[in-house]
């Protein structure tokens, strides 16, 4: 009898915790599905187009170029500012893109020409805020902006 007791306990418990579930599951939908900001981007074409991350360090200051290409090439140019001497050093990569709609996967195998054993890996996703373009790095959440939506202030 204690056994009937406890299985049939057991049994409604679950039944009411699923139904609980399935509740939080439909209001999360609503949720996601009012916020959603995504816009599928495949009629944007990102041949041709520069995009710029500037990054501040305490002892330098870094400006990462990438330029797509035609026939999926990309240059990144990387320039550091060094703060105390004040020179300027760059790097000059090279390499290819894979895109899929919004998905964009960067491979920079080459430094000046020449190949590199680890080669620069970036994946991103082609974002729009206010019909301004960017693409926003999946690992760590940085952003490179079209490079014509940079305004000098003078």
């Known amino acids: 009898m204690k056994k009937a007791v406890f299985l ?45 991350l500037i990054e501040e360090f305490p002892d330098h200051s870094e400006r990462h170029i990438l330029e797509f290409g035609a026939d999926d090439k990309i240059t990144l140019i990387e320039l550091i500012d060094d703060k105390a001497s004040g020179q300027t050093y760059s790097n000059i990569f090279s390499g290819d893109f894979i895109r899929k709609k919004n998905a964009i996967s960067i491979r920079a195998n080459y430094l000046e020409g020449k190949q590199i054993v680890t080669p620069i890996v970036y994946s991103l996703y082609l974002m729009n805020a206010n019909n301004m373009w960017y693409l926003k790095d999946i690992n760590n959440s940085k952003r490179w902006i079209e490079n014509n939506r940079l305004i000098k202030k003078k």
């Open 8 to 52: 049939l306990s057991i049994l409604s418990s679950v039944c009411f915790y699923s139904q609980n579930f399935g509740a939080i599951n439909e209001i999360l939908e609503k949720i996601e599905n009012k916020h959603k900001k995504m816009t599928d981007a495949s009629d944007y074409v990102v041949n041709n187009k520069k995009f710029v």
